[in-house]
């Protein structure tokens, strides 16, 4: 508790100072012409000299960022840069610097806008899914288990293929190790609430497991090499759990036992020290759960509690020993949970952390054999406005059109809206706290303004960024499916029973369909046709 409050006060300090200064400065070159000229035929000069690397992809890493849309990365690239004492919009987050990017489209199959289960199904086993709904088709049925349906809607995913293909797999998460995205990798359910029995209703508890007893009993969960993050609770490794949300065990399950007897050679930690002081050359498995829910936010985490960078590092000691390669799939979740809360500096600084482990995880593979790609699941209302000059701080104010100053980061909707409107005001002038003196400004849990009341923030339904490099990154391009993501992954790993590059029959097939389109005077429907047909004969 004492680090705790320790960190807490210094973040509260970091942000006092930020406040008590205008801006940050911006360098004087950025006014001179032949600066940008410059900039510009080095930018252009780096673009022409990218080689598309044709590599087979050994390892894969995928990092979602979740809730982590544009908005959010412009916002936390100019935090960041602020951080390090730059005007912060010149300053690149480091997985902006990849050389491959494209935009991923991330409505549901039943919703325009969003939830992380249906796009992490999406992302993970390459179909489409449903809203609030883990690794079943669009044929299953939303909080109602029908066993025969269910069976016949599972959906495999990039563990289970890498599985298969040899490969070692396993995910880092900063929330529950049952939440949505980390669940996709390898739950099947009808409501991805159902972490823990409690929550699955009566009527279908013989119908499906929950989401942590598929992780520790079913492939491909049970053959994780790697599982960390929190959740301590619905693995029934906890009976006193404070927080009454946080789904409990009422079968007496103790899972994480389940876990060690079912691994003899594993190792089961629950703080950093124990985490990097794990033997990695003589344990076959390794768990890691640090807290009963999810992980504590990276500006109030105590010194027991390890970073991203912490778990990722370690995920790829365990994982790379396997020399046919691996699978890893790390989620800076609490992005999203942030958001939710109009926490908008929370969000920011797990963004800042989810960067850092991209830094780490990079220097510490071989990036040509070595598949990277950091993506959201999908954006949040959130949004950066106003005209504030060059230089201001990130978190602070503008005035631009209005008596009254205003923040530059605000929300649609959320709980920050009755914390900012005045009570009983309908004066268009004092509508709303002037924030000028408002000393709660500088804690990490401040709410920042949000348009309309609601008790949790939504998603934002626009794309989301791809950033990727390594071996066939340049696949990534243009404006996509989510789902696409899955299959680029499929062919760079060269995964079994998939279409790939190491495919030379494949290869060849698209080739000769490829010239005799591109000999023919246009591109007719007949010749479509025949082309799908070929490519439905040859994978079937």
């Not at 300090?13 to 035929?41: A, N």
């Not at 598949?371 to 990130?394: C, K, Q, W």
Request: aromatic share 10%; net charge neutral.
């Amino acid at each position: 508790m004492k680090n705790t409050a320790a960190l807490a006060i210094v973040g509260a300090l970091l942000m006092c100072l930020c406040s008590l200064c205008s801006g940050f400065s911006v360098p004087s070159e950025h006014e001179e012409t032949s600066f940008w000229m410059k900039s510009g035929q080095e930018n252009l000069r780096r673009i022409l000299s990218l080689q598309n690397n044709q590599n087979r992809a050994k390892n894969v890493i995928i990092f979602i960022g979740d809730g982590m849309g544009l908005s959010t990365i412009t916002s936390g690239r100019i935090f960041k840069g602020q951080q390090r004492g730059n005007s912060g919009e010149e300053y690149k987050l480091f997985f902006e610097k990849f050389p491959s990017t494209g935009f991923s489209k991330t409505y549901n199959v039943d919703r325009q806008v969003p939830d992380s289960a249906g796009t992490a199904t999406a992302i993970f086993s390459g179909v489409k899914a449903q809203y609030r709904m883990l690794g079943l088709d669009a044929k299953a049925k939303y909080n109602t288990c029908d066993k025969n349906l269910n069976e016949n809607s599972q959906l495999t995913t990039i563990a289970t293929w890498a599985q298969e293909s040899g490969m070692d797999t396993g995910f880092v998460t900063t929330t529950r190790v049952t939440h949505a995205t980390p669940g996709a990798l390898y739950a099947h359910t009808n409501n991805r609430d159902w972490e823990c029995d409690s929550n699955i209703p009566a009527q279908h508890r013989g119908c499906v497991k929950d989401i942590a007893r598929q992780l520790v009993e079913d492939a491909p969960g049970n053959k994780f090499k790697v599982i960390m993050g929190g959740g301590a609770g619905v693995l029934g490794m906890s009976s006193s759990i404070a927080d009454k949300e946080v789904c409990q065990r009422r079968d007496g399950r103790q899972l994480s036992e389940y876990w060690k007897e079912a691994n003899p050679g594993g190792k089961l930690v629950t703080n950093v020290k124990e985490l990097m002081s794990v033997d990695v050359a003589n344990t076959s498995k390794l768990m890691g759960i640090f807290s009963d829910d999810h992980l504590p936010y990276a500006a109030v985490k105590p010194d027991t509690v390890p970073t991203l960078a912490n778990m990722t590092l370690q995920a790829i000691r365990m994982l790379r020993k396997n020399k046919k390669g691996f699978f890893l799939m790390v989620e800076g979740g609490k992005i999203d949970l942030a958001h939710h809360q109009n926490h908008a500096q929370l969000a920011l600084r797990e963004v800042a952390e989810l960067d850092d482990a991209v830094t780490a995880a990079v220097a510490n593979v071989n990036i040509d054999e070595t598949l990277v790609i950091v993506t959201a699941d999908h954006s949040h209302a959130f949004t950066m406005n106003g005209y504030p000059e060059r230089g201001n701080d990130i978190l602070g104010l503008t005035e631009s059109g209005s008596s009254q100053k205003y923040e530059t980061l605000s929300y649609a909707n959320g709980p920050g809206f009755f914390y900012h409107r005045l009570n009983d005001t309908n004066n268009v002038n004092h509508t709303w706290k002037d924030l000028v003196n408002d000393e709660n400004r500088k804690d990490p849990f401040y709410r920042h303004f949000a348009a309309r009341y609601l008790k949790d923030e939504t998603h934002g339904g626009e794309d989301v960024g791809v950033y990727a490099i390594g071996p066939y990154a340049h696949l990534f391009r243009s404006t996509f499916e989510q789902n696409y993501i899955a299959h680029v992954v499929a062919y760079a790993a060269c995964f079994k029973d998939w279409p790939s590059h190491c495919d030379q029959a494949y290869n060849r097939y698209f080739y000769e369909v490829s010239q005799r389109i591109h000999n023919s005077a246009a591109t007719t429907t007949p010749a479509l046709v025949l082309m799908f047909l070929g490519l439905m004969a040859y994978l079937l």
